[in-house]
């Protein structure tokens, strides 16, 4: 894949981000990164598209970038968020609010505790004092990421292979060199809510982030 053929798609999603504020990985019905990379909307999956490899890399190569956050948030998908929109998401996610701990089991708030405590946990180097195995961790941790409790991504090991990484927001944002956000919980949702306005002017913005579903329909 020739540097051009990568720079130009990864221009236009940066661009894309930054007016909108953020952008799904995929959504068949507005624009996100798939469809700036392949031209056209993809339903179902990308992988098996003539421009899945280039998604890939654009994708990857983006994860990295000091500008966005890759996270979970648009109907519960990975999402690209930009700078900007930082202290608000911060905002949201250490608000603990009710939709964020409703029926949450207690193996999540234990691990949740460890993972405020330490900062960043790996799958690979679990504390003693995490009572679970690698199978429990992820899932545990799944839970507390729809939650908007903790960040999580994928970190590589010594081995090559791949370990899932928890981590605070507190510890976030002192990675990133962010800064404290501002105003009320409700102020920061309706920011998110507004960008997603951008990409979908005709849906309720509020349906496609976690604080305006229920529990039981959040995303497995």
Known sequence: MTDLRLRLPLARVRRYVRRTGLLPFTDPK??????IVAGAPISGSWWGHPAGQLIYQVGETLDSDPNLLVVKLWR???TLVHRRLWPALLRIGRSQSEWQLSGI???SLKLLLHVNHHGVIRSDHLPPNVP????AFRGTLR???RRMLVLTRSAHTSTGAHALEAESW???NARVRG???SGSVSAAELAIESAARRLTPAVDPRKLFPWGRTRVHLPP
Do not use: F, Y
Request: charged residues 20%; glycine residues 8%; aromatic residues 4%.
């Open 105 to 107: 089991e207690d193996a």
């Open 179 to 181: 800064t404290a956000p």
């Open 76 to 78: 519960g998908k990975l």
């Open 170 to 172: 507190n510890a976030w």
């Open 143 to 145: 839970d507390l990421e």
């Open 30 to 35: 507005v624009t996100s990164l798939v469809s």
């Open 132 to 135: 679970l195995g690698p199978a």
